[in-house]
C-alpha cells in the first residue's frame, strides 16, 4: 500500500472514537479534480449506496445508485443553505474506484 494511502486511513481512523460514521480523509497533494455539476434531479428515485458522516463536518458525501448508474452527491452546509453539487452518472465499474478515491483524499 503506498505511503499517501495508509496516511490518509489513519487520518480516517481518528474519528473512530468520535463518531461512529465514515468519514473523507484530508485531501492529498496531487488529487484527482472532480466536476462538480449542479444537482439534475433528473432521477423519479435515487437510492443511497454510502454515506459519509454528516455531523462532524457541513461538507458531506453520498454514492448514489440510479437507473443502472452510480454518482456521487455532495452537500456543502458551510453557508446555513445547502448546497448541492452532483457528479456525471457513471457504470458501477468506473465510479466506485473513484468514490474510494473520494474517500481516501486522493479525489476532490
Same mark, same amino acid.
Given at each position: 500500500?503506498? #505511503? ?11 474519528? $473512530? ?7 473523507? #480523509?484530508? !485531501? ?8 462538480? @455539476? &449542479? !444537482? ?6 435515487? &437510492?443511497?449506496? #454510502? ?10 458525501? $453520498? ?19 445547502? !448546497?448541492?453539487?452532483?457528479? $456525471? ?5 468506473? @465510479?466506485?474506484?473513484?468514490? @474510494? $478515491? ?7
Amino acid at each position: 500500500m503506498r #505511503a499517501s494511502a495508509v496516511r490518509a486511513l489513519e487520518a480516517l481512523s481518528q474519528f $473512530e472514537d468520535a463518531c461512529p460514521g465514515l468519514h473523507v #480523509a484530508p !485531501e492529498q497533494p496531487g488529487h484527482v479534480v472532480i466536476r462538480w @455539476m &449542479r !444537482e439534475t434531479r433528473r432521477s423519479v428515485s435515487v &437510492r443511497v449506496v #454510502a454515506h459519509t458522516c454528516d455531523a462532524c463536518s457541513p461538507l458531506a458525501y $453520498e454514492l448514489c445508485a440510479s437507473g443502472g448508474l452510480l454518482f456521487v452527491r455532495r452537500t456543502d452546509r458551510s453557508d446555513g443553505r445547502p !448546497e448541492i453539487r452532483e457528479t $456525471e452518472r457513471l457504470p458501477y465499474a468506473r @465510479m466506485r474506484p473513484l468514490w @474510494m $478515491e473520494l474517500l481516501l483524499g486522493r479525489a476532490r
